[in-house]
């Protein structure tokens, strides 16, 4: 069974810091989606990273594919109370149709 | 532009009782999810379909049945509702296309309470 876990699972931050989000399979992606999900609405797509040992940028946010596509990871430069919100790494399955979610990062950023 | 249409968005539900959450797409996908999200956490798969008549098993099918009889449709049946089952639950759909352009469509969720 193929699994993304997440870490942290929560994350409480003054505004201006740092962050790094991880998220972690023992099984090869093909590809790897980060989500931003707010309360009471659905996950929002904000990147697909599809190349092991991919970099992508969006704004104040970096995303990165592992070499070996088994992980990912999100860094946020400045964070701002905006970026507050809960943080979701998805992705298909090898082999079959299936499209699974991880354990979710929950961030909080002070102001 | 529709896109992935959810209903109810509301419902309270009595344990034993049973009830169908609908869930309709107008962009012609193949692919169809059903997710529950438990307060704080990530989504888990209950079922997945891709395309009429084909429907699967996904991590949480417990308590749960899919059926799919048009590209559109994707209703998803609690039988017997427990208090484990109060959750909130999303629909979703997927193009079928690869890599990069590969994305999921989210209906706006349906928030249920068994009581």
């Known amino acids: 069974t193929q699994l993304l876990e997440q870490s942290p699972q929560f994350l409480s931050i003054q505004e201006g810091e740092n962050l790094t989000v991880y998220c972690n399979s023992s099984s090869v992606f093909s590809s790897l989606q980060w989500y931003r999900q707010e309360p009471g609405e659905g996950p929002v797509l904000l990147v697909t990273?599809?190349?092991?040992?991919e970099v992508k940028k969006l704004k104040r946010l970096t995303f990165q594919f592992g070499d070996a596509r088994k992980d990912s990871s999100l860094h946020i430069t400045a964070a701002q109370p905006g970026d507050t919100g809960l943080y979701l790494c998805a992705g298909p399955t090898s082999g079959t149709y299936k499209y699974i979610f991880g354990t979710g990062t929950r961030l909080k950023v002070l102001a | 532009n529709a896109g992935v249409t959810q209903t109810p968005k509301f419902r309270i539900l009595k344990i034993g009782q049973s009830m169908t959450l609908q869930c309709t797409q107008d962009?012609?996908?193949?692919?169809m999810y059903w997710y529950r999200q438990d307060p704080g956490m990530g989504l888990k798969l209950i079922y997945y379909?891709?395309?009429?008549?084909?429907?699967d098993k996904g991590e949480v099918p417990n308590g749960y049945n899919v059926s799919r009889s048009t590209t559109e449709d994707f209703p998803l049946r609690l039988e017997l509702a427990a208090p484990s089952q109060t959750s909130v639950y999303f629909c979703?759909?997927?193009?079928?296309?690869?890599?990069?352009?590969?994305?999921?469509?989210f209906g706006s969720g349906t928030q249920l309470s068994v009581l």
């Open positions: 979703a759909s997927r193009t079928q296309r690869q890599g990069a352009l590969d994305k999921l469509f």
């Open positions: 990273v599809v190349t092991g040992g």
């Open positions: 962009m012609n996908h193949n692919y």
């Open positions: 379909s891709v395309g009429a008549g084909i429907t």
